[in-house]
């Protein structure tokens, strides 16, 4: 007999405790769906203030879940890709420092003079070799140097050439 009353009262205290654990998981599952309905409201009034079609998409209740998981997608991806591309130039930059978009072999004191490739100009110019030393003064140009660049300043043929 005794060992019965042992088993109902194993039987009771566990289902109390279950009873116990079931109201705190309720409470804990109330307290999360507060908590994200906070925060979807949060990134919803974001979408609405920045623009961002695809926040308020990921929030907005009308339409598919597999679409908001899209458009969650999307968003996690475009975050993902401007971080990567943001180390990628910054280890570019420390790597080999750019000035003036110009990158420059500072053992060499060399620079690429990459407009060279895109101006449409022939050598018959007569002032080809002007602006091309006017290009390679700009290109290595260093504090050193400066008064490679102050004889480019006097000259009136850089002036009239550029306000044509």
Request: net charge neutral; hydrophobic share 50%; with cysteine.
């Amino acid at each position: 007999m005794s060992n019965e009353r042992v088993l109902l009262w194993i039987r009771g205290a566990a289902a109390r405790t279950l009873r116990g654990l079931l109201a705190l998981l309720w409470m804990v599952l109330a307290g999360c769906g507060r908590y994200f309905g906070r925060l979807r409201d949060v990134v919803a009034q974001a979408g609405a203030e920045t623009g961002l079609l695809a926040l308020s998409l990921c929030v907005n209740r009308s339409i598919h879940l597999l679409e908001r998981l899209f458009w969650l997608a999307v968003v996690i991806s475009s975050v993902i890709a401007a971080l990567v591309l943001s180390r990628l130039q910054l280890e570019r930059y420390f790597s080999s420092p750019t000035v003036i978009s110009v990158d420059r072999d500072y053992r060499g004191w060399n620079g690429h003079e990459y407009i060279q490739e895109v101006w449409n100009v022939s050598i018959i110019d007569e002032d080809y070799f002007y602006f091309m030393d006017f290009l390679y003064a700009v290109v290595n140009a260093t504090a050193g140097n400066y008064a490679e660049l102050a004889k480019f300043a006097e000259d009136e043929r850089s002036t009239n050439r550029l306000y044509r």
